[in-house]
């Protein structure tokens, strides 16, 4: 295992996929470093490619709204990271592949931040950190326990930007992070 400025280094010289050859930017992610509360999205967007920060476009907005609700907040008790550290082309799903060579860096942030709590961003991380048949629209809300970490999805906030219906569900769902913030001890 690596420590954290190690690991930013491999990760900003990675040529482990094709991914490297489009980005401006390895999305390396963001927040505290300790955070008991930890969110995997899916990869980087033409915003996030372009600053090097996850979640900075419009769904990143709607992301920090959601976080504010339940008293999250970016840069004080949460880290945020993504499945895949390149933006895929035209945001295409991140490639199988391309998941495989990114995945063991994302390992190694779990390892260092050792959070209580894991929050899935859509189907993409669900399907890869939970469950490879994980269904969003059935599962979202569900809790699951693995190696000591409490997991659960919600729907991707890019879907709720897209369809406002799943909204209310995805309102419950953050209470029920909230819940079990609160259940676990968590102090924010
Ligand atoms: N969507 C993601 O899944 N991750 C980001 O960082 C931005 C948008």
Redesign the pocket.
């Known amino acids: 295992m690596l420590d954290w400025r190690e690991l930013k280094i491999l990760c900003h010289s990675c040529t482990r996929c094709g991914l490297c050859e489009t980005r401006h930017n390895v999305?390396f992610g963001v927040g505290k470093e300790n955070a008991d509360i930890l969110l995997v999205?899916?990869?980087?967007?033409e915003q996030?490619d372009l600053t090097g920060e996850?979640?900075?476009?419009p769904?990143?907005k709607l992301l920090d709204d959601m976080l504010t609700i339940i008293d999250l907040d970016r840069n004080s008790n949460c880290y945020?990271a993504?499945i895949v550290k390149c933006r895929p082309p035209k945001n295409r799903d991140p490639l199988e592949t391309e998941q495989e060579a990114c995945i063991p860096y994302l390992r190694n942030q779990v390892a260092l931040i050792r959070p209580k709590i894991l929050i899935c961003?859509?189907r993409?991380?669900a399907q890869r950190l939970i469950d490879p048949d994980f269904r969003i629209t059935k599962q979202h809300g569900q809790w699951v326990e693995k190696n000591g970490v409490w997991m659960c999805a919600i729907y991707?906030?890019?879907a709720l930007l897209r369809d406002v219906k799943k909204r209310p569900e995805t309102f419950e769902d953050l209470l029920s992070i909230r819940k079990k913030i609160q259940e676990l001890g968590i102090p924010l």
């Open positions: 999305v999205g899916e990869g980087p967007g996030e996850p979640f900075v476009g769904a990143g945020i993504n961003l859509g993409i991380a991707h906030p890019s």
